[in-house]
């Protein structure tokens, strides 16, 4: 297991994180997800601890709170030391049935950040990451609300998820113009099977020293090799259960065809090639995992001994490369010369 920076942070975090979507399942959505209760999310854990892990996220929708309460209870009965695990969690997804129960104000912050702490049963949180963008509450008034759990010790660092450049780099402007703690990181969707944040996303993490955390690396299951094109539009199928996230379908089952190839000449998953694609990326720093049995965690960590060669990253690049689209394929045209000038010149020491 390896472990990386958190954006500009000093904070060290495994390569894999433990992701508790399906803890605490009864009814809905939720159950459809996962219904682990105390006893195996435990085992779960313990297990991703064993492995390295020492990373975990949640968030105050998540069975409606249940899955932290259960994240909470296991690094109790574990008695795991708190300073051995970076616990991530979440607000801004609806917690209650008042107006105020959802978005990034300053009032629903506030009470989020108590009400996640009391059901991790935790002083602190690491990382405190805003679950989507809010149109109606001002930056400025929830960059301020953030600071303030940062300042007071609630917080250690900052982060979001499922937001735009833009959003995160007007924030950072203002973070920097008032002198407030700053987004460290962004938690999103990334596979083979989208591509999408590579247009605008990646150059501002990378710009402004962002770390990137991935949610549904396996698109859903889609990449876990389970899936084929002959099933899809079959009664019961994935694309009939559960079709999220979206994808370009047709795409999707050529990059599949691929890692199928490449799985076969390691002796691994299609999982595992999925998850290990992701962990070559220069600007991942942490892939989420979640997973119901042992089994699929195990499958899951192996990933990370995964050392895909230069013609496989190539043939996967190149299967799964998004359609050109402005205004990408001009700066594609436009920055050619630069590049080459920029590789071949000398840099200071």
């Given at each position: 297991?390896?472990y990386n920076?958190l954006?500009r ?6 390569e894999?994180?433990l ?8 009814d809905g959505?939720w159950k ?6 105390q006893g195996d999310?435990?085992r779960?854990?313990g ?13 105050d929708v998540?069975?409606g709170g249940?899955s932290?309460e259960i994240?909470?209870?296991a ?11 970076v616990?991530a969690t979440?607000?801004f997804?609806?917690?209650?049935k008042?107006?105020?129960a959802r978005g990034s104000?300053r009032f629903?912050?506030i009470?989020g ?11 602190h949180?690491?990382l405190?990451?805003l679950h ?7 930056i400025?008034?929830t ?6 759990l ?5 917080v250690?660092y900052i982060g979001v998820?499922n937001?735009?450049a833009?959003?995160i780099v007007?924030a950072?402007g203002?973070s920097?113009?008032?002198g407030?703690?700053?987004f460290?990181?962004?938690q ?6 989208g591509?999408?944040l ?6 501002a993490l990378?710009?402004?020293?962002l ?6 690396p ?9 899936y ?7 009664a019961g ?9 979206p994808?370009?379908k047709?795409r999707?089952?050529d990059c599949?065809?691929?890692m ?9 998953s299609v999982?595992q090639?999925?998850l ?5 990326q220069?600007?991942v720093?942490?892939v ?7 089994a699929?965690?195990d499958?899951n960590?192996?990933?990370?001994d995964?050392?895909l060669?230069a013609e ?6 190149k299967v799964?490369?998004?359609p050109p689209e402005y ?9 050619e010369?630069?590049r ?5 010149a000398?840099?200071?020491?």
């Amino acid at each position: 297991m390896r472990y990386n920076k958190l954006g500009r942070t000093g904070l060290f975090v495994s390569e894999l994180c433990l992701g508790t979507m399906t803890f605490g399942g009864t009814d809905g959505i939720w159950k459809n997800i996962g219904d682990l209760q105390q006893g195996d999310a435990e085992r779960l854990v313990g297990r991703a601890l064993d492995a390295g892990i020492n990373f975990i996220d949640t968030a105050d929708v998540y069975s409606g709170g249940v899955s932290e309460e259960i994240t909470g209870q296991a690094l109790k009965n574990l008695k795991i030391p708190r300073d051995d695990v970076v616990v991530a969690t979440k607000v801004f997804s609806e917690t209650g049935k008042g107006p105020n129960a959802r978005g990034s104000s300053r009032f629903h912050i506030i009470d989020g950040v108590k009400a996640s702490l009391k059901r991790l049963q935790l002083d602190h949180v690491d990382l405190y990451q805003l679950h989507g963008f809010d149109p109606a509450t001002p930056i400025e008034e929830t960059l301020g609300a953030l600071d303030t759990l940062v300042k007071h010790g609630h917080v250690r660092y900052i982060g979001v998820s499922n937001w735009a450049a833009w959003q995160i780099v007007k924030a950072l402007g203002i973070s920097e113009r008032h002198g407030l703690a700053r987004f460290e990181s962004l938690q999103a969707y990334y596979t083979l099977a989208g591509r999408d944040l590579e247009r605008e996303l990646v150059p501002a993490l990378q710009s402004e020293g962002l770390g990137l955390m991935v949610w549904s690396p396996l698109a859903g299951g889609l990449l876990s090799g389970k899936y084929s094109r002959e099933q899809e539009g079959e009664a019961g199928s994935r694309r009939t259960l559960f079709d999220f996230p979206p994808v370009n379908k047709d795409r999707a089952y050529d990059c599949i065809d691929v890692m199928r190839e490449i799985a076969e000449t390691h002796k691994v998953s299609v999982a595992q090639i999925a998850l290990a694609w992701l962990l070559h990326q220069p600007v991942v720093t942490s892939v989420i995992v979640g997973a119901k049995k042992i089994a699929q965690l195990d499958d899951n960590i192996a990933a990370c001994d995964v050392s895909l060669s230069a013609e496989e990253l190539e043939k996967l690049g190149k299967v799964s490369a998004l359609p050109p689209e402005y205004p990408g394929w001009m700066f594609e045209r436009q920055g050619e010369y630069r590049r080459k000038q920029l590789a071949g010149a000398r840099h200071p020491v």
